[in-house]
């Protein structure tokens, strides 16, 4: 595997048919210098217009996409997300963005979605890097900043031969350098603000220098008064056009452990 190293990769997840704010996300990246961008995965959900999202990441050669829960579903034609949830309201608000999403997703991206890889791996600075959706383990395993522990981490990672790992799925980014010098990124989500007040959405860029990995969580504005509005034409629950609105999670909060969920209102 060759050795990649003195350059800018921008990694990103959780894409949920936000087509504004990938678009955005898209343009900040190429701006920034990456010459490569890779996508974690959950393209589908949330947004409205999932085409518009899956058309912006086909076949453009500098983006590399793979496989989240979410797709694995809308790819194999399952009646559901398998989004990992196991409360009733988060499953409630769960099918009702994915039933959406299904009617109006094509069948030919239906069909792309289904093939794409569930992961990649590559050597970045000398470093063994892997990038997931959920983790490692489990298309669909929460890793979360409060209830993750260093220790597991490390097990993690070292029992996986990896120096650095990237992940999403949780939809709120953080990033943990290590005892041992491992690293471990949630990119978090360009689909919808982290629960956190900020109408803003995340991603990581990676800074490859010698054999120096670092990577940095860029907070990107777009129009989200255009998604909201255009949400509401749809149809999609106002709960979702809330969330756009005001930075703050109104569903899917069941699941936050107790630290992620008090940085909300509900």
């Not at 990896?162 to 010098?181: N, V």
Request: net charge negative; proline share 5%; aromatic share 10%.
């Amino acid at each position: 595997m060759p050795n990649l190293t003195d350059t800018t990769i921008a990694v990103f997840g959780g894409v949920y048919n936000n087509y504004l704010s990938l678009e955005a996300t898209l343009a900040h990246a190429r701006q920034s210098g990456a010459s490569a961008l890779y996508c974690l995965g959950d393209l589908g959900g949330f947004g409205p217009h999932p085409d518009r999202s899956i058309a912006q990441l086909r076949d453009q050669h500098d983006i590399h996409v793979m496989q989240g829960n979410y797709d694995h579903s809308l790819g194999n034609r399952l009646g559901d997300c398998a989004c990992g949830y196991t409360d009733p309201r988060d499953n409630y608000f769960a099918q009702l963005s994915y039933d959406y999403t299904f009617a109006n997703t094509s069948e030919h991206h239906k069909d792309w979605l289904r093939d794409l890889p569930t992961g990649f791996r590559h050597r970045w600075a000398g470093k063994e890097v892997l990038m997931a959706h959920g983790s490692p383990r489990r298309i669909n395993e929460f890793l979360w900043e409060s209830t993750t522990p260093d220790g597991f981490l490390e097990h993690l990672l070292a029992s996986r031969n990896i120096d650095a790992l990237f992940i999403t799925h949780t939809g709120i980014p953080w990033m943990r350098r290590l005892d041992s010098g491992r690293l471990v990124v949630n990119v978090g989500a360009i689909g919808r603000p982290a629960n956190n007040g900020l109408t803003t959405v995340d991603y990581v860029l990676v800074e490859l220098q010698g054999d120096t990995l670092d990577a940095s969580l860029q907070a990107i504005p777009y129009d989200h008064e255009r998604l909201a509005s255009e949400m509401r034409a749809e149809g999609l629950p106002e709960e979702f056009v809330e969330t756009v609105l005001t930075g703050y999670w109104t569903t899917c909060t069941e699941v936050l452990p107790a630290r992620e969920r008090a940085r909300g209102k509900y």
